[in-house]
């Protein structure tokens, strides 16, 4: 038996993908990796959130599954749509890396008059003008290395990259600051391994799983779901174990920043289902947060 790996190409998604090729072949499973481009990659310089709103980097990998051409793929999971295709199913989550937002500034610091920071994400967009109403924000795309050879380019302050992303393919040292109030994307910083849900391999891909990280992202993404918004929403949901109890940090903004909800709990971790991620939503909507996600700007 040699199973076949679906994977972006980029060298980020390359290294998560031979990650579990690596814990396959420890269980004594032979792997081959197999390359698919996604409609995300191609279209580099369009913003993300204009690209369609749901799977733009998974829909390629989900075909090929669904067309038996790989028998697991392997994505960053929070750009994974929380709702699959009906043939497919999250069939393990690895454990989680540094889930955090990151500051990269240029090698060599420019002197601003005013800051601007540059990042594709509509979440951490709203995140940096919620806490630095007076800094100026600017688009960024591309994988991350060229996306951290624009942040020496040009004359921003910094730009924000995902910790887990930086540290997977080398470039840690380029961290200027971990951005800690930042509240991060839901299941960032972990890899999920998605199959076809009749695949025959289930056995194997529990083995996989890290049960406190799949606990974690599954009520991340119930929150994020119940909001129903895409990865490519305003939306920050961070959990962790510690000892017998899970810290959970939500909040919903509204786009240009100006307004946040804010949700924190804790709980023991023998009552951390998913539907506590949906019930903690459900808060934030009484509250309003869906038109606080709604509400656009003119010049949107
Ligand atoms: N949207 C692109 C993407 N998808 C996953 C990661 C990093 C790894 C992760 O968060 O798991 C990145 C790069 C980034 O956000 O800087």
């Known amino acids: 038996m040699k199973l076949k790996i679906g994977t972006r190409k980029s060298t980020l998604a390359l290294w998560q993908a031979e990650l579990v090729s690596k814990k396959l072949n420890a269980l004594d499973v032979q792997t081959q990796l197999v390359e698919i481009e996604s409609f995300g990659d191609k279209e580099q ?22 067309k038996g051409e790989v028998d697991l793929a392997v994505h960053s999971l929070k750009d994974v749509p929380t709702v699959l295709l009906n043939d497919l199913d999250l069939v393990s989550v690895l454990e989680r890396g540094n889930p955090r937002d990151v500051l990269v500034k240029p090698k060599e610091e420019k002197e601003n008059t005013r800051r601007t920071i540059a990042t594709g994400s ?5 995140f940096w003008k919620n806490r630095f109403p007076g800094d ?22 910094g730009a924000v990259f995902a910790y887990a992303g930086l540290e997977r393919i080398g470039f840690e040292n380029r961290i200027s600051e971990v951005l ?21 391999h289930r056995e194997l891909f529990n083995k996989l ?38 810290y959970f940090t939500g909040a919903v903004l509204a786009l240009d920043g100006s307004r946040r909800m804010d949700v924190e709990r804790e709980i023991p971790v023998s009552e951390a289902t998913a539907e506590k991620g949906h019930q903690w939503a459900d808060l934030l909507k009484n509250d309003g947060a869906v038109e606080l996600l709604t509400h656009r700007n003119s010049n949107d």
């Open 45 to 66: 310089d369009i913003p993300i959130h204009k690209l369609g709103d749901k799977g733009v980097f998974t829909k390629a990998l989900d075909d090929a599954l669904i």
């Open 122 to 126: 509509i979440r951490r967009t709203a």
């Open 136 to 157: 100026e924000v600017v688009g960024l795309r591309g994988n991350v290395p060229t996306r951290l050879q624009k942040v020496d380019d040009n004359d921003w302050y």
């Open 180 to 200: 800690d109030w930042m509240i991060p994307a839901p299941s960032q910083g972990a890899v999920g391994v998605v199959a076809r849900k009749d695949t025959t």
């Open 209 to 246: 799983n890290h049960n406190e990280t799949r606990i974690c992202v599954d009520i991340e993404r119930a929150f994020l779901n119940e909001l129903e918004a895409g990865c490519s929403s305003p939306v920050g949901a961070h959990a962790y174990i510690k000892k017998d109890m899970l």
